[in-house]
């Protein structure tokens, strides 16, 4: 399942070398659809915490709750879950090279990214925690 928001879309997971594109997806969040899915039919791709991705450009915010986050000119995160405690709440966020947690739906439209590598297979219940996405719907 993606984040809250797109409970309704159609989705897939990554895999490694996805092609990514930031979109829309016209439920109040801005999530990422495969580089060559059709605007009008895109299909929502669901990522898994831990899993690395390299952007073609700088990220962009399209706005921040912060005013204060700067991105100076990262072009690589990795994909978190924060606050997955708390129901309603966006959960999906990037995490940059320098530790600061940016929300996925703050993501400016249009940006490409490529899946790099996904997290290993939990060998723990712990790794297994880390990676179990949130579950609450909006």
């Known amino acids: 399942m993606c984040d809250f928001s797109l409970q309704h879309a159609?989705?897939?997971?990554?895999?490694?070398?996805?092609?990514?594109?930031?979109?829309?997806?016209?439920?109040?969040?801005?999530?990422?659809?495969?580089?060559?899915?059709?605007i009008g039919d895109a299909t929502a791709v669901c990522i898994l915490p831990?899993?690395?991705?390299?952007?073609?450009?700088?990220?962009?915010?399209?706005?921040?709750?912060?005013?204060?986050?700067?991105?100076e000119g990262f072009t690589t995160a990795i994909f978190r879950q924060r606050d997955q405690d708390k129901p309603s709440v966006h959960h999906d966020a990037l995490e940059m090279p320098d530790g600061q947690q940016i929300l996925l739906t703050h993501l400016e439209e249009g940006q490409t990214a490529t899946v790099l590598q996904l997290p290993a297979p939990p060998r723990t219940d712990a790794e297994a925690a880390a990676q179990k996405r949130a579950e609450f719907a909006g």
């Open 50 to 71: 831990g899993t690395e991705l390299a952007f073609d450009k700088p990220i962009k915010l399209r706005w921040s709750a912060d005013d204060s986050k700067s991105l």
């Open 10 to 38: 159609k989705s897939r997971p990554a895999v490694v070398a996805d092609k990514l594109v930031s979109h829309n997806f016209g439920r109040g969040t801005v999530g990422f659809k495969g580089a060559d899915d059709p």
